[in-house]
């Protein structure tokens, strides 16, 4: 069974950057699509961003665009990374990576639907200051 674990999270100002990482332990995890979601308080859950299984095929959330990037890496350390870069108050929640193993996302192209991932991490806080 996969576990995924999410760090780098904490407190910037507006205009910083955080890198967040989500390891996952067990050897399928480079056959997973990978999402990024986040939760601010009293707010629906958001997708963020989306990486297939080989990288080829990245998604965002309208508002990441051009700010946040994703990546991963299959090898040794079996992590994906959210690199968020010009941080807005707006981008304050809690993040959470989410593993799709059954192939949903790939097969219905739905990579933003947070329903068709069936593993998540326990997420991690970011707060963005003004």
């Known amino acids: 069974q996969v576990q995924l674990v999410e760090s780098g999270g904490g407190l910037v100002q507006a205009g910083g950057s955080l890198r967040l990482s989500c390891a996952a332990s067990?050897?399928?995890?480079?056959?997973?699509?990978m999402g990024w979601f986040r939760r601010a308080p009293g707010m629906e859950r958001e997708f963020v961003a989306a990486?297939?299984?080989?990288?080829?095929?990245?998604?965002y959330g309208d508002s990441m665009k051009g700010r946040f990037t994703v990546s991963r890496d299959n090898n040794a350390k079996n992590t994906v990374y959210l690199q968020m870069n010009s941080l807005k108050p707006e981008d304050t929640a809690a993040y959470f990576c989410?593993?799709?193993?059954?192939?949903?996302?790939?097969?219905?192209?739905?990579?933003?639907?947070?329903?068709?991932?069936?593993?998540w991490g326990q997420g991690t806080q970011v707060a963005v200051s003004s």
């Open positions: 990486i297939n299984w080989s990288g080829g095929g990245i998604y």
């Open positions: 067990g050897r399928s995890f480079s056959a997973y699509t």
């Open positions: 989410a593993a799709d193993t059954g192939g949903l996302t790939t097969a219905t192209l739905r990579f933003f639907d947070g329903y068709l991932y069936n593993l």
